[in-house]
């Protein structure tokens, strides 16, 4: 999929900014392009799991609804642990629509994003190419 | 009772496609019992085995968290939306399962 860099810079810089927790948001846009980016809370506020908050959910949601946005991506970091959805991402991986990207943190010098299909529990590595 | 019920994405191969349903009950848990009715497959999409909301799914009356009013006891009159969205959710690491209550930071402050 096709990323501007400015989105993956500001993923980078919120995951940075959060760790040792982990960060997450999303990526709004048409045609699986992302125009918009929503910093989101992490409402776990923990080094493992992510969980956006429910009222902010809904209302960035409904905000891309009347933006006539689509939801195209999914991020979160792992601050720890490689850029690849976990067993726990699989799981809980509700929005088969959107691409999940993922920011490593492991080497904090060289933080790691890429991007990934998660659709009936299997996972597809989807190519990010910036632009 | 009834009240217009908007059903997610992921969530309509239950539901025959449909994105919303109309419901009819006085509460979250009646028009989930309806929907069930209607859609056997919906139940354990949305309820755990104790017949409490699904930890990750998060459902919305009139845009408040029920979590936030009265769960899934919370009550609806003709005319309000609910809407149904899971949440998005992950991580790196631990069980899905292990997501403690006690760990919620979501309230208001």
Redesign the interface.
């Known amino acids: 999929m096709k990323l501007e860099r400015r989105f993956a810079d500001a993923i980078i810089e919120q995951a940075l900014a959060e760790q040792p927790n982990e960060a997450c948001g999303l990526l709004a846009g048409n045609d699986g392009i992302a125009t918009r980016i929503f910093k989101m809370t992490n409402a776990e506020r923990s080094p493992v799991l992510y969980r956006m908050e429910p009222a902010e959910q809904l209302r960035v949601f409904n905000e891309m609804d009347e933006a006539g946005l689509e939801l195209v991506a999914i991020y979160h970091s792992h601050t720890r642990s490689p850029a690849y959805p976990s067993s726990t991402d699989v799981q809980l991986a509700y929005y088969p629509e959107a691409a999940y990207l993922i920011v490593s943190l492991r080497d904090i010098e060289q933080p790691e994003l890429r991007g990934f299909r998660i659709v009936d529990g299997k996972v597809e590595e989807v190519e990010l190419e910036y632009e | 009772m009834t009240v217009t019920v908007k059903i997610?994405?992921?969530l309509r191969k239950h539901t025959d496609g449909n994105a919303t349903i109309e419901a009819s009950g006085a509460s979250v848990k009646e028009l989930i019992q309806d929907i069930v009715r209607q859609y056997p497959d919906f139940k354990e999409r949305v309820l755990s085995d104790d017949d409490q909301l699904h930890r990750?799914i998060?459902v919305?009356a009139n845009?408040?968290?029920v979590?936030y009013l009265d769960g899934i006891d919370t009550k609806v009159s003709d005319g309000d939306t609910v809407?149904i969205?899971?949440?998005?959710?992950?991580?790196?690491?631990?069980?899905?399962n292990?997501?403690s209550e006690t760990?919620?930071?979501?309230r208001?402050a």
């Open positions: 997610p994405t992921v990750f998060n919305y845009d408040e968290d979590r809407a969205l899971p949440a998005v959710a992950g991580g790196s690491g631990g069980s899905a292990e997501v760990n919620r930071s979501d208001p």
